[in-house]
T-cell receptor, first 114, second 113 residues
């Protein structure tokens, strides 16, 4: 099992450019999440999905869009990148259980917007 | 004001010492409390999970929750250099609800040999 994988690992964009981050999980998890991590801010939820074909806004959704066309994939899009979106992006997935509801995280994508 | 507050550190201790970490929170609706460990340039991984108030022990790790004070703690006994990482507390209101977690900012811990 690869767990949660993210593509790409690093990316540099110019202001106004667009890009898509791909998250894939092979654990058959129902829920998937996109977070951003900035120094001193912890992890902040951007968007999440509770199942194939569903998406919902998190804490900081502005400037991002998501799609969950297949259960194993969750895409995060930036239509017009801004320097404020320079961050490390983490994808996570979970399968709600009675005991832990553990979220499993990917290795992250480091994005710099110039 | 953030819902979950955590001292960013860094917290530097000698090998073998007890590491004490804590978080305070403002929302009394939080029921589930977690500690994640994050090594440099890696994704977080779940370390401890506690429901409501009380203590939970797992090897060298002990998690405590005091809901009356809105305060949670993580203790690491006999700390090792391999414990050097950033520790994030996280909490959740109810089961389901998309499993949304609210994270603290993380405390960086450095265990010196």
């Amino acid at each position: 099992n690869a767990g949660v994988t993210q593509t790409p690992k690093f990316r540099v964009l110019k202001t106004g450019q667009s890009m898509t981050l791909l998250c894939a999980q092979d654990m058959n998890h129902e829920y998937m999440y996109w977070y951003r991590q900035d120094p001193g801010m912890g992890l902040r939820l951007i968007h999440y999905s509770v199942g194939e074909g569903t998406t919902a806004k998190g804490e900081v959704p502005d400037g991002y869009n998501v799609s969950r066309l297949k259960k194993q994939n969750f895409l995060l899009g930036l239509e017009s990148a801004a320097p404020s979106q320079t961050s490390v992006y983490f994808c996570a997935s979970s399968w709600p259980s009675r005991d832990t509801d553990t979220q499993y995280f990917g290795p992250g994508t480091r994005l710099t917007v110039l | 004001q953030k819902e979950v507050e955590q001292d960013p550190g860094p917290l530097s201790v000698p090998e073998g010492a007890i590491v004490s970490l804590n978080c305070t929170y403002s929302n009394s609706a939080f029921q589930y409390f977690m500690w994640y460990r994050q090594y440099s340039r890696k994704g977080p991984e779940l370390l401890m999970y506690t429901y409501s108030s009380g203590n939970k022990e797992d090897g060298r790790f002990t998690a405590q929750v005091d809901k009356s004070s809105k305060y949670i703690s993580l203790f690491i006994r006999d700390s090792q250099p391999s414990d050097s990482a950033t520790y994030l507390c996280a909490m959740k209101r109810v089961r389901g609800a998309g499993n949304k977690l609210t994270f603290g900012g993380g405390t960086r811990v450095l265990v010196k040999p």
